[in-house]
């Protein structure tokens, strides 16, 4: 398989160029977790994030799956952390600084900023994409815009 490129740009072009990326990496494979685990590499490489990875609703939880990063949270209850809150309320959740949020889920004391966006099927949630920051003030619009592009890219797949 060729090599990730990644643009030397701005984070808007990096994204574009990773998208476009991401689209030919999934042309083809439908394997869901085999895209989950082609996408968290990617993003994890292109931008440097502490942790980046997918959690998969089973049943009435969140169950980890493919990620990139450090040991991680193998549960996590609707409702509960910025995970569980992005599954309940069914959008994406921007937190710029973790310890200001409420129930926050200390999986690794290294996280500072977090951005989860919750991947949907039928109008429901069934998974959601977590990214982690070791620093504060990460992710902004450009990333909530980005990388709901990239979860509709891998839902559309299943």
Not at 15 to 26: E, F, G, N, T
Not at 37 to 64: C, K, P, Q
Not at 115 to 144: Q, Y
Request: glycine letters at 10%; a negative charge; charged letters at 20%.
């Amino acid at each position: 398989m060729e090599e990730l490129r990644v643009s030397s740009g701005g984070k808007a072009e990096k994204y574009k160029c990773l998208i476009s990326q991401i689209d030919a990496v999934l042309d083809g494979t439908v394997d869901i977790v085999a895209n989950m685990a082609n996408i968290a590499s990617m993003l994890h490489f292109t931008f440097g994030f502490w942790w980046t990875g997918f959690y998969r609703v089973v049943g009435d939880e969140l169950v980890l799956g493919p990620f990139q990063g450090p040991l991680a949270c193998t549960k996590i209850a609707r409702g509960r952390g910025v995970c569980g809150t992005a599954w309940s309320r069914g959008c994406t959740v921007v937190v710029p600084d973790v310890s200001l949020f409420p129930g926050h889920i200390a999986c690794s004391s290294a996280s500072r900023s977090e951005i989860v966006v919750p991947m949907l099927r039928n109008g429901h949630v069934v998974a959601v994409l977590d990214i982690d920051s070791d620093k504060t003030g990460t992710f902004d619009e450009v990333d909530r815009e980005n990388l709901e592009i990239i979860v509709s890219l891998l839902s559309r797949l299943q």
